[in-house]
């Protein structure tokens, strides 16, 4: 069983809105910090949020458009994305902090990622 | 403007060394740690390196990290062919906020 599952992608129009689960399993959900990683067609790859029991965090490229929120009792954790762009077309990856603990920043060092899913935006 | 620089391409020939370079900033090589990703065609990134030079257990020796001031480096001894793969430095920036990562570099055995 993979440790981080991604899900809700699919091909959505400019300004519509779609919400990411990630469903997470072998690991103490509520005890690490979350992120959202995100890699255009082609392209490398872009960090758009980090979330912990004390803090969450945006890139400037998402922010005030996109939440992202936790769920520990249902080891979910989601994207929601509003006012969606043909830029934000993109695979979507959830990613584990390595380290344990709820902290008021990220650290770059992700163990585990989902296999990703697919968000196309179009007309 | 924060960002962390790495070399588009690389290549080695089969068996010899070679490294990748990360340049950033103050913001956030400077200060925080760095991270290594290696990622294979059509398959999420891989954790290589993490908080500098600390090797996750299944990954191999030959793979080894470093960093100075606001400058970083992968190191991949003994080339396969099955490293060819793109890899990226990450770490997280105290001005932005959030984690930077670089462009990513293509490395291509010979």
Redo the contacts between chains.
Sequence with gaps: ELPLVESGGGLIQPGGSLRLSCAASGFMFSNYGM?W?RQAPGK????IA?ISSRTA????SVKGRFTISKDSDKNLLYLQMSRLRVEDTAVY?CAKE?AEGNYY???????F????TLVAVSS | QSVLTQPTSVSGISGQRVTISCSGSSSNIGSNSVNWYQQLPGTAPKLLIRYNNQRPSAVPDRFSGSRSGTSASLAISGLQSDDEADYYCAAWDDSLNGVLFGGGTKLTVL
């Design positions: 992120n990683v490398g790859l872009e960090w980090y965090s945006y890139a400037d990856y390595w920043s990220g650290s770059g060092s992700f163990d990622w989902g296999p990703g």
